[in-house]
Protein backbone atom coordinates (compact mmCIF):
# COMPACT_ATOMS: atom_id res chain seq x y z
CA UNK A 1 0.00 0.00 0.00
CA UNK A 2 3.19 2.19 0.06
CA UNK A 3 4.38 2.52 -3.14
CA UNK A 4 2.75 3.29 -6.71
CA UNK A 5 1.55 0.13 -8.11
CA UNK A 6 3.80 -0.78 -11.09
CA UNK A 7 2.13 -4.03 -11.89
CA UNK A 8 3.02 -4.17 -15.44
CA UNK A 9 6.30 -2.96 -17.50
CA UNK A 10 3.89 -1.44 -20.14
CA UNK A 11 1.72 0.64 -18.16
CA UNK A 12 2.63 4.21 -18.05
CA UNK A 13 3.25 5.72 -14.90
CA UNK A 14 2.52 9.61 -14.33
CA UNK A 15 5.09 12.66 -12.71
CA UNK A 16 3.96 12.79 -8.67
CA UNK A 17 3.99 17.00 -9.29
CA UNK A 18 0.36 18.31 -9.20
CA UNK A 19 -1.05 18.60 -12.60
CA UNK A 20 1.44 17.06 -14.29
CA UNK A 21 0.07 13.76 -16.56
CA UNK A 22 4.31 13.80 -18.36
CA UNK A 23 4.89 9.79 -18.14
CA UNK A 24 7.64 9.42 -15.41
CA UNK A 25 11.42 9.14 -15.85
CA UNK A 26 12.74 8.97 -12.16
CA UNK A 27 11.80 7.77 -8.76
CA UNK A 28 12.17 9.76 -6.00
CA UNK A 29 12.68 7.84 -2.62
CA UNK A 30 12.23 9.34 0.96
CA UNK A 31 11.80 9.01 4.53
CA UNK A 32 10.16 10.91 6.95
CA UNK A 33 12.48 10.29 10.40
CA UNK A 34 9.50 11.64 12.24
CA UNK A 35 6.40 9.25 11.21
CA UNK A 36 8.92 6.66 9.39
CA UNK A 37 11.28 3.43 10.56
CA UNK A 38 14.79 4.39 8.93
CA UNK A 39 14.90 1.43 6.24
CA UNK A 40 11.06 2.53 4.99
CA UNK A 41 11.03 4.36 1.46
CA UNK A 42 8.47 6.22 0.19
CA UNK A 43 8.22 7.27 -3.44
CA UNK A 44 7.44 9.94 -5.46
CA UNK A 45 7.73 9.54 -9.46
CA UNK A 46 8.81 12.49 -11.77
CA UNK A 47 9.17 13.44 -15.27
CA UNK A 48 12.60 14.63 -16.93
CA UNK A 49 11.05 18.14 -15.73
CA UNK A 50 9.64 17.63 -12.26
CA UNK A 51 13.07 16.01 -10.90
CA UNK A 52 14.53 19.43 -9.79
CA UNK A 53 11.47 20.60 -8.13
CA UNK A 54 10.51 17.44 -5.95
CA UNK A 55 13.82 16.38 -5.17
CA UNK A 56 14.19 20.15 -3.81
CA UNK A 57 11.13 20.35 -1.88
CA UNK A 58 12.16 16.74 -0.11
CA UNK A 59 15.82 17.32 0.10
CA UNK A 60 14.92 21.06 2.18
CA UNK A 61 13.08 18.83 4.44
CA UNK A 62 16.14 16.49 5.10
CA UNK A 63 13.43 13.37 3.76
CA UNK A 64 14.94 12.75 0.56
CA UNK A 65 16.92 9.26 0.14
CA UNK A 66 17.72 8.63 -3.48
CA UNK A 67 16.76 9.49 -7.29
CA UNK A 68 16.97 6.86 -9.35
CA UNK A 69 15.80 6.37 -12.78
CA UNK A 70 12.21 4.33 -13.42
CA UNK A 71 14.54 1.77 -15.03
CA UNK A 72 16.91 1.38 -12.35
CA UNK A 73 14.27 1.30 -9.74
CA UNK A 74 12.33 -1.93 -11.81
CA UNK A 75 15.27 -3.83 -12.02
CA UNK A 76 16.20 -3.94 -7.81
CA UNK A 77 13.70 -5.85 -5.52
CA UNK A 78 11.55 -3.94 -3.23
ZN1 LIG B 1 6.06 16.30 -14.17
Same mark, same amino acid.
Request: proline share 5%; net charge negative.
Given at each position: ? =????? %??? %?? %??I??A? &?? @???A??????N =?????T?? @? +?????????? @???????? &?? +? &??????? %??????????
Amino acid at each position: M =NTPET %TAE %TD %TVICSAK &GC @RAPAVWVLAWN =NPKIHTPE @R +RKTWLACEEH @REHLSKFL &GM +R &GFLKDVV %TLEEWSATDH
